[in-house]
């Protein structure tokens, strides 16, 4: 099973920016896709990165092919592509059930959603708060079973529409240590083959669960996508790291540029991640402009 062919790590970076960012924590919600991809043109992104849940578009709301290939024609009228598809698994249960098929159906509408729309990567997590280990007393080897499980059978599904799966941890979800980030990659890209499958690094994720520079180091060859923010070491109301705009945090760019370049990922794609920052439609123009200058540099 072959997924999509990636392209060199060398090309021209495409930038991105998930669509997410403007609805979560905001003053005012951009609840209108359009004029969301109205304005990314506008400030010069390449594509979007699609939060598959209301009220953006998400598989039960483009419920047909025919609306899917209006929402993909307006994509591209202005301009942009999909740099992946953020599958809304959160309402399933994984690491707390012996039964993953819940997970897996939802994922699988998640990917013919995804095929529909021409989006060649799915983005997933282990679904539920990591305070689901403690209150269900569960032994770290059956989670870690159940998710690998889990994956492997949706990577295969994704493999059939040759679209790749990219798997997020995070420090608010089971499995973020990283001799654990490392064992899931190995054991559903590697040792279940799954050519298809690979993490999805996101440089503040990284920062809280044990290091930008080690994980990118222990994952070489297993990222399959970026997503590109500062942070500021600290946990947000929601339990997950908390995203700042580049340059108001902990992580030096200059130097972590450079090691994301050689590490292996084979995406075109960066992909900018300001979930749950209170002035997304603002601050997209100024990490726009930041990583337009490293896309410049190493580019060059």
Known sequence: ???????????????????????????????????????????GY?????????????PDIYDTKENRQKLRKMILDHGLEFSGLAADLWSQKLASVEDCSGYVAAFAKNLAFADDLGIQLIRIDTAEPISVLRTHHLDP?????????????????????????????????????P?????VAERVRDDLA??????????????????????LQRLRGKI????????DGTL????????????KGQLDFDKLMPELLTCGVPSEWWCVDLCFWPDAWEVAADCRRFLDKFRKRFDS
Do not use: Y
Not at 46 to 58: K, S
């Open 141 to 177: 080897k059956v989670v870690m079973d159940r998710v690998v499980r889990a994956f492997d059978e949706c990577t295969k599904r994704a493999a059939d529409r040759g679209i790749t799966v990219g798997w997020e941890f995070d420090p608010g979800f089971p499995l973020h240590q």
């Open 179 to 183: 001799s654990e980030i490392l064992e």
């Open 224 to 231: 399959a996508h970026l997503h590109l923010i500062d942070s």
């Open 1 to 43: 099973r072959e997924g999509r062919q990636w392209s060199s790590p060398g090309a021209i970076k495409k930038l991105s920016i998930g669509s997410w960012a403007f609805l979560f924590n905001q003053e005012t919600p951009t609840t209108d896709f359009h004029a969301l991809v109205h304005h990314l043109a506008n400030l």
């Open 236 to 247: 947000n109301e929601h339990g997950t790291s908390t995203r700042v705009p580049f340059g």
């Open 194 to 215: 799954n050519a298809n499958f690979g993490v999805v690094f996101n440089t503040c994720n990284a920062n809280l669960c044990g290091g930008p520079g080690e994980l």
């Open 46 to 58: 390449d594509g979007v990165e699609l939060g598959g849940f209301a009220p953006h578009p998400n």
